[in-house]
Every structure is written in C-alpha cells, then in structure tokens.
C-alpha cells in the first residue's frame, strides 16, 4: 500500500497531530508499506525523512492565534502535482484545515481515495482565542472539506457524534494508541517524586501543552489542599500567565524521551482540565503510567476515564467538583493504587501496532469504496 499524508502539523511542532502521524508511519514501515508526508514548512526545519519515507515541505505562515498551526501558502495544483508524482493508494489528511483542504481537492481532481482525521477542535479555538463570530464559519468550511473525503475518522465516540450532528458524513471512530512500554510506572522516580514532596506530600501533575485552550489555570483551585504540592510538565504560550495562576506549582518545562515518562510515572495522580480534548492523548500516557485521571466530562476523556474505576470525570465548569474529586483521591492512598491499577490494566491493549493495523483497515475500506464509486461512473 502507498500511503500520501496531508498533514496540518509536522515535526519539529510537537502535538497530538504530529505524534500520531509519526506513528503512523512507524508503523508503515514495519509493515512494509510506502508513504510520503505533504506538510507545511516551519522556521526550525523539517526533516527530509522520517521512518525513511520522504517529507515534502510547503509554503506557510504562522497562525496568529494558533502558533502550533501552520496556515498554508502553497497551492492546490503543487499539491496535486506531489500526489501525482507519488502514485498513492489512499491520502490521509491529518487533521485537515487549510493545507488539508488542497488536499482533499487535489486528492478529488486525481481520482484518489481519502481518509481525513478530525483531530483539533478548531471552531471552539476560534472562541477560546476571541473569534467567536468565526465559529460557524469554521464549522462550515470544515463540514464542506471532510464531505469531500471517501472516509472521515473521529478520535471518540463523543467527537462523533458532535461531527454528526454538525452534518458530517461517513464518520467512524478511530481511537490512539499508547506506547506501554515508554509509559509505565517502572518509569516512576521515586527520588525526583521525594525531590517535588520532601514531607511526604500527593504529588498531583498535568502534562500538555500550556495554552489557554487547555485551561491549566483552572488547577488553581486546588493549590490550597493540604497535604499536597503540584507539577506542571509542558511549555508554551501561556507559560508565564499559568505560573502567575499557580504561583505554588513546580514547573519542570517540557520534556523528551526518556525523560518524559520519568517524570509522568514519578507524580500521584493526573488531573487535565481542558475541556476541547478530541481524544485526551495525555490522559492515555498518565493511565499507562498507573496513575489514576480526573478530566471534564467531555470529548476524549468520556471514553478514557471510567469513574469509580481510573479516576473520575467532573461536570465541565465545576471546579469545586473537580476540587472534591481530588480531595478525595489525595485522602485515600488504597483507593489511589486502585484506580491507577485499573488505568494501567485497561490501556495495555491499546497499542500502537493494534490501532495503526485498524486504520489500515480504514484505508482498505476507503480504497475500496473509491474503486466502487469508480466503476458505478464508469
């Protein structure tokens, strides 16, 4: 199979997007397939390969509101002509907003099979970043785009059912994976706990990206609880408003490697309060370190966080219930090691291998689809 990826992020923008497509193309590799990668360009470079495959970069600026994503300058027709020049079975179109629209267009004008990945909640940034009268003018334009597509594939059962009830079309589900290996609670420091809690204290811990769209400020409400001290692993934008809003918490930036599991696996217990997660790929990695999950009720984390099990799920907007779900995890060391046990329990399954050979399924399918479509026109 030869895969083509239109994808709105690369490397060296670290995020769910480019996480998963990188993974992706691990995968491919492994199996033995072909692919190329159709990205945007940005200041720090793109690699010219990755997992051997080719990455074609193109012409972009930055989005004001939206650093992370890049906003496409290139062309429909140069797009098309990468595509051509590739011969691929299927495009995916990886969370596809401006280069993803030339995409799926090109994708169209050469006869090509497409899945495209809804993966960023990019109407409600609009909002979150003070554009609100851009909303349903994203939704429409993102409507119109993933319409287009043979196959469009929701990271959960909630986003889902969202796009469908926004008017999208042939809409599945297609979860993430998690490295179990990478992300243990073997990985668990107990030195560099002891380091951030010298007294014994709960070490409670977010990892992420400091935006404002993942409301890190809202960990404020917890500062006062005794007994305890806070961890915030990430970098970004709204680094220096978030450590005005938690003046107490220890700041570790953003780590890499081995360096990032040592310090998830090394906190008690994770809390994550933004409320746009299409899928919560964080929670996943804290779950995998043994940690039990406390997150909104909303979006990704509905289908990662079973409570009363691995955590708990609080009403979106209610901090003192957020605050109350803490307590009593920071009260209960058994009840702690319990949760965390499931959480550990239930993601072991959830491999990469497992949820890449799903999506090339997904890719058979739309193959097959587009043949179909093909010999009815014919």
């Given at each position: ?58 012409a972009s600026v930055t989005l004001p509101w939206y650093p992370d ?49 809804y993966q960023t909640e990019v109407p409600q940034y609009a909002v ?251």
């Amino acid at each position: 199979m030869r895969v083509a990826f239109v994808t709105e992020s690369f490397l060296p923008s670290v995020n769910g997007v480019t996480n998963s497509v990188l993974r992706v193309l691990e995968h491919l590799r492994r199996t033995g397939n072909e692919a190329m990668v159709i990205a945007p360009n940005h200041p720090g470079g793109l690699p010219e390969t990755y997992a051997g495959f080719p990455i074609v970069p193109t012409a972009s600026v930055t989005l004001p509101w939206y650093p992370d994503m890049r906003l496409s300058a290139t062309l429909t027709a140069q797009v098309e002509k990468h595509l051509a020049e590739f011969g691929p079975d299927v495009v995916h179109l990886a969370a596809p907003v401006v280069l993803g629209s030339k995409g799926i267009l090109a994708a169209a004008e050469l006869g090509l099979p497409s899945v495209a990945l809804y993966q960023t909640e990019v109407p409600q940034y609009a909002v979150q970043y003070g554009y609100a009268a851009a909303e349903p003018l994203v939704w429409h334009h993102l409507r119109k785009l993933h319409n287009m597509a043979t196959i469009n594939l929701a990271p959960s059962s909630y986003t889902r059912d969202q796009l469908i009830e926004q008017g999208f079309s042939r809409v599945g589900v297609w979860g993430r994976g998690v490295d179990v290996e990478r992300f243990s609670p073997s990985k668990r420091d107990q030195a560099l706990h002891d380091s951030w809690a010298p007294n014994g204290e709960v070490v409670i811990g977010y990892m992420g990206r400091l935006g404002s769209e993942k409301q890190v400020g809202d960990l404020a409400v917890l500062s006062n609880i005794p007994g305890t001290r806070m961890v915030i692993i990430g970098d970004g934008p709204a680094r220096a408003e978030v450590e005005g809003q938690l003046p107490h918490a220890i700041f570790v930036g953003m780590r890499r490697g081995d360096d990032l599991p040592r310090h998830l696996a090394s906190v008690d217990l994770f809390v994550h309060p933004g409320e746009l997660e299409t899928f919560g790929q964080a929670i996943q990695e804290a779950q995998a370190c043994g940690l039990p999950t406390i997150a909104p009720r909303r979006g990704g984390p509905i289908d990662l966080v079973a409570p009363s099990h691995n955590g708990w799920l609080y009403t979106p907007g209610d901090l003192s219930m957020m605050r109350q779900y803490v307590v009593d995890l920071v009260g209960d060391g058994y009840k702690r090691a319990a949760f965390g046990h499931t959480a550990r329990v239930r993601v072991e399954d959830r491999t990469w291998p497992k949820l890449c050979d799903e999506l090339i399924g997904h890719y058979e399918t739309a193959i097959e689809l587009g043949a179909s479509v093909g010999a009815r026109i014919a």
